[in-house]
């Protein structure tokens, strides 16, 4: 079976390109060094092996089921949550004073991206609870941390977000679930959720849902929108399970991929007593919960590179050992066969798939590395600095890899031929599971929406106007290179196109057409982000000058080639059309379609 993750890979990504022993120079970190950072590595490889690689297909083709009213899933997703837990990976970032490890955000993504590669549906339980104890830590009372957050960190209770609702997909605003103020200082919580993972389930102790609400008599829109904690059964001030709380499960969704974890229905509220706890402030659920949404929207990302990559070492795997046909320009038809790598269209798949998923690996951990410098920085201007960073990369770290790693496992599937079709190799799982990432968390549609319409636009274009001074950097780098200068000039070029067509776009929606820019959002997403994929290839390829001469640098620069010329000439058609607000779209009449 080949790997699912090459070390190699992450170790340049982490060590030679992104330094993130340095890290360690900040008071936040000073415990830790490349070895603490190698170790969790190690041990986070250790366990995705043993313990999640080996349930994946079965997790697949055995999906959740209702049995006697119970949520049945494979036994080995819990044994390998267990084993998760047990190596403190719940709390990989919490102080240790927490029972935490005290990570970087960079190392603990990179962890993460090592499960998501040998099974996602099960990595997913953990990537949620993380996300909500963080948002239980940065918005909860006092009580709340102290009766919910030990027991999230070490895995014993897991987490939810409940945001859809079957008429508030994407129109979170039109939410209509509602809370009431009870006697006891709680509220109680009715409605209907869609689409939960992890919603319902025997894989831990406790579940605690955090939940998009209207307080009654809350005004419409997203203003009024609450964020309530409901947890399945009762916590007590000692931590001690009470009582079943009224929240019930309407079913189980099934699902094209992705089928390891329960997707469900859930019913708040059905006999009147679904006890809930206002999360923070009223009125302001939707942006406390934009925290853990764009938390989930990173390792959204990453989740779609891994399985790119993932897929891409399948493939590669593949064709290095299957033999077919012969040289272009062999007449002999008593040679013997050649692998298929040796097949040039074969090595254009090969290479392709290659700079999809590292360059969205490396996206994810860029940013990754922001959110420790927006977290960590002693200058408070920096940490602002680098938020604001952060802001404008998020829509793009969550789509571009959702979007071309799956380009990726398309490939892996075309180098496998009539074999890729088949469940007898894994390419068709990765491909599946990797479909969902353009849609959850927030459609491309809607990351493209807000990556023109708010974030390249705020602040006067401020963040953009960053963005694109740390791309001039690395292109006046790599131009005293003879070996990158041709691709500095191009990167360049592309700069200053996005930045032409970012003004071109404020400007048109500053004079009163917004809708005409914004038709054209998708094509400016994929403009910027094949920029910023162009950029941080260019930047890899500066540090893989920098090693010793062996197939890990060439590979790399090899990748950044094929970027260049065969994917950055892209975003001048992009350009063209956002830049010219095309039409085309808007002209055509539903009634046309």
């Avoid at 068709?428 to 479909?435: C, L, V």
Wanted: charged share 25%; with cysteine; aromatic share 8%.
């Amino acid at each position: 079976m080949a790997a699912f993750v090459r070390r190699a890979d992450l170790d340049f990504l982490l060590f030679d390109w992104l330094a993130a022993e340095r890290l360690t120079a900040r008071p936040a970190f000073a415990d830790h060094g490349r070895e603490t950072f190698a170790a969790a590595l190690d041990t986070a490889e250790a366990i995705a092996a043993r313990h999640f690689q080996p349930h994946n297909r079965k997790g697949d083709s055995e999906e959740p089921r209702l049995e006697n009213g119970r949520v049945v899933v494979v036994p080995e997703a819990k044994a390998a949550l267990d084993a998760f837990a047990e190596a403190g990976f719940f709390a990989m970032e919490a102080a240790p004073e927490a029972g935490g490890m005290a990570l970087p955000h960079l190392v603990a993504q990179a962890c993460f991206g090592i499960f998501d590669a040998a099974n996602i549906a099960t990595a997913s339980y953990p990537l949620l609870t993380i996300a909500a104890a963080n948002l239980i830590e940065s918005f909860g009372s006092a009580e709340q941390k102290r009766r919910y957050l030990p027991a999230m960190r070490a895995g014993r209770f897991f987490g939810t977000m409940a945001l859809t609702e079957p008429q508030a997909g994407s129109s979170l605003g039109d939410v209509r679930t509602v809370a009431t103020p009870a006697a006891d200082g709680t509220w109680r919580l009715k409605g209907g959720k869609i689409f939960i993972s992890g919603g319902d389930h025997e894989l831990a102790e406790n579940i605690v849902h955090l939940v998009l609400c209207r307080i009654a008599g809350a005004p419409p829109g997203a203003k009024g929108l609450s964020l309530m904690l409901v947890a399945k059964f009762a916590v007590g001030d000692d931590g001690g399970l009470g009582r079943r709380n009224d929240v019930r499960l309407g079913g189980l969704i099934h699902k094209m991929g992705w089928r390891g974890t329960t997707s469900t229905v859930l019913n708040f509220g059905e006999a009147d007593g679904c006890i809930a706890e206002l999360v923070g402030e009223p009125g302001r659920g939707l942006a406390q919960m934009f925290q853990m949404m764009n938390e989930a929207r990173i390792g959204v990302g990453l989740g779609a590179a891994m399985l790119g990559h993932a897929g891409y070492l399948a493939a590669l795997d593949y064709a290095r050992t299957r033999p077919q046909g012969r040289p272009a320009d062999a007449k002999d038809a008593t040679r013997p066969q050649v692998p298929i790598v040796e097949h040039a269209d074969v090595r254009r798949m090969l290479l392709a798939q290659k700079a999809y998923a590292e360059g969205g690996m490396a996206l994810c951990l860029y940013a990754a590395r922001i959110v420790d410098d927006s977290r960590t920085l002693a200058d408070p201007a920096e940490r602002a600095r680098a938020h604001r960073l952060l802001e404008v990369l998020t829509p793009i770290v969550k789509a571009w890899p959702a979007e071309w790693c799956l380009e990726a496992n398309k490939l892996a599937i075309q180098v496998h031929g009539g074999y890729g079709f088949t469940r007898e190799y894994p390419v068709e799982q990765f491909y599946r599971d990797n479909r969902l990432n353009p849609i959850h968390e927030g459609t491309n549609g809607i990351q493209a929406l807000d990556l023109l319409g708010r974030k390249a636009t705020m602040q006067e274009g401020a963040a953009m106007a960053d963005l694109l001074l740390r791309i001039d950097a690395t292109a006046a780098r790599a131009a005293a290179h003879p070996a990158l200068d041709e691709m500095a000039t191009a990167l360049d070029t592309a700069a200053r196109r996005l930045d032409r067509v970012t003004r071109a776009a404020r400007a048109a929606m500053a004079a009163g057409r917004a809708a005409d820019a914004l038709a054209n959002a998708a094509a400016y997403l994929d403009l910027a982000g094949h920029t910023v994929v162009a950029w941080l290839w260019l930047d890899q390829a500066l540090a893989a000058l920098g090693l010793p001469d062996d197939p890990l640098p060439r590979g790399k620069l090899a990748a950044c080639r094929w970027f260049f010329r065969w994917e950055l000439p892209k975003t001048e058609h992009w350009a063209d059309l956002v830049e010219r607000l095309d039409a085309t779209v808007r002209e055509t009449d539903p009634d046309w379609l």
